[in-house]
């Protein structure tokens, strides 16, 4: 992480303050993820725009948002791991 300025803070809410960032920095990332996936999956999966999807489009939609699912769990479960194991716990 970038040297932060200051700002008097004591240690504790210099610590709070750098979690915060930090989740809202995550948050973004997300964010960006969901975006980036419901991009990918439509150009995927969907051929044309009707009043609905096909069979074959809703299977398609479904395994890919599962994939990402999945990925997003593992992610979020090693970096709380890792934040955990940062903190001594």
Known sequence: MAE?????????SRKELEQFIETQQA????????????S???DKCVGSISSGFSG????????CVDRFLD????LVKKVEDQRAASMGH
Do not use: G, I, Y
Not at 71 to 74: D, E, L, N, P, R
């Open 71 to 74: 990925t997003s769990v593992f």
């Open 4 to 12: 932060q300025p200051n700002f008097n803070l004591d240690p504790a």
């Open 27 to 38: 948050q973004s990332r997300v964010q960006t993820q969901v975006h980036m996936l419901t």
């Open 56 to 63: 074959k489009e809703q299977s398609c939609l479904a395994n």
């Open 40 to 42: 990918m999956c439509w």
